[in-house]
């Protein structure tokens, strides 16, 4: 499978699947351990990606604060914990999805796509509820309720995207196969 393909299909299961109350969430794990096998081939097919190691670390975070926040106890923790803490544990998983936007939308530009202002997009998205965040929780601008859907829209423009341009050779794809040139 295409390496975006694996990326949105474990981002959608980290967004779409509820964590039970009383069990491990193993649907989190999961879908960053998809995340973690397309960025690996992702990686390993387009070698001259932006931003190449710090996507490394990043991901590799992420999965581990889906690990050790897939107890009931460590959610349940959370629950009660200061906004700060609960926008600290978004860091990795958000910030490796804005520095795949910004890679791939540098991929898709350098290959004439349009797509890439739609990566920009979504990566600007993400950007901003991430700062939004820190306003409304510390310095209390009340009137920034509500910007971590722009975040979310974000995300989903992420999943959206790697589904539909997950094929393209920019993307990360292999190249397609000529009949012709391979028989010949």
Same mark, same amino acid.
């Given at each position: ?6 990326? #949105? ?5 980290? @967004? ?34 932006? $931003? ?31 906004? #700060? ?12 999805? *804005? ?8 991929? #898709?530009?350098?290959?004439? #796509? ?11 998205? @993400?950007? *901003? ?5 820190? $306003? ?13 859907? @722009? ?19 920019? *993307? ?13």
């Amino acid at each position: 499978m295409k390496p975006l393909y694996w990326i #949105a299909i474990g981002l959608a299961i980290v @967004i779409f699947t509820a964590a039970p109350d009383d069990a491990w969430d193993v649907s989190e794990v999961l879908g960053m351990l998809f995340v973690l096998l397309g960025w690996s081939q992702l990686s390993r097919n387009v070698p001259d990606l932006p $931003l190449r190691l710090t996507q490394w670390y990043l991901v590799v975070l992420a999965l581990l604060m889906a690990g050790v926040l897939s107890a009931p106890d460590a959610r349940a923790w959370l629950d009660d914990a200061d906004p #700060a803490v609960v926008w600290a544990s978004s860091l990795p998983a958000l910030g490796f999805q *804005a520095a795949l936007c910004h890679a791939m939308a540098a991929q #898709a530009l350098q290959a004439g #796509a349009r797509s890439g202002w739609w990566w920009r997009l979504a990566e600007v998205a @993400i950007l *901003a509820a991430l700062v939004a965040n820190v $306003l409304y929780n510390s310095a209390e601008w009340t009137w920034l309720y509500g910007a971590g859907t @722009i975040g979310l829209g974000g995300v989903l423009l992420v999943i959206l995207l790697g589904a539909l341009h997950g094929a393209k050779p920019w *993307a990360g794809a292999p190249e397609p196969v000529d009949p012709e040139v391979s028989a010949g």
